[in-house]
């Protein structure tokens, strides 16, 4: 069965920078979309950014989009999401999403 794995949450000091991978181990991703949301606590889940794996197509939440890259490689097996210049309200736990399965999580903090 698919399973998706995040990696590269950490503790974050604010105007740093982070780098979020998500993997699906034995498996490719193919030329379906792929998905980054994001919860913090005590509030609800949010869109991040997506990538068509088919042609690399990315969307992006707009208040973020100018600080957030998300990427994936040609071999089909991995997807990134870089932000940049990150704030307390970028703390949460992340996501990767695709079709109808989910990660556990990675949790990012910001804070100094």
């Known amino acids: 069965q698919l399973r998706l794995v995040e990696s590269g949450g950490g503790v974050v000091p604010p105007g740093g920078s982070l780098r979020l991978t998500c993997t699906a181990p034995g498996h490719k991703f193919g030329i379906n979309k792929v998905s980054w949301y994001r919860q913090a606590p005590g509030k609800e889940c949010e869109f991040v950014a997506s990538i068509m794996y088919s042609n690399g197509t990315p969307e992006y939440k707009a208040s973020i989009e100018h600080r957030t890259t998300i990427s994936r490689d040609p071999g089909q097996t991995t997807v990134w999401l870089v932000m940049n210049v990150m704030e307390p309200a970028d703390t949460g736990t992340y996501y990767c999403?695709?079709?109808?399965?989910w990660g556990q999580g990675t949790q990012v903090t910001v804070s100094a």
């Open positions: 999403i695709l079709g109808t399965f």
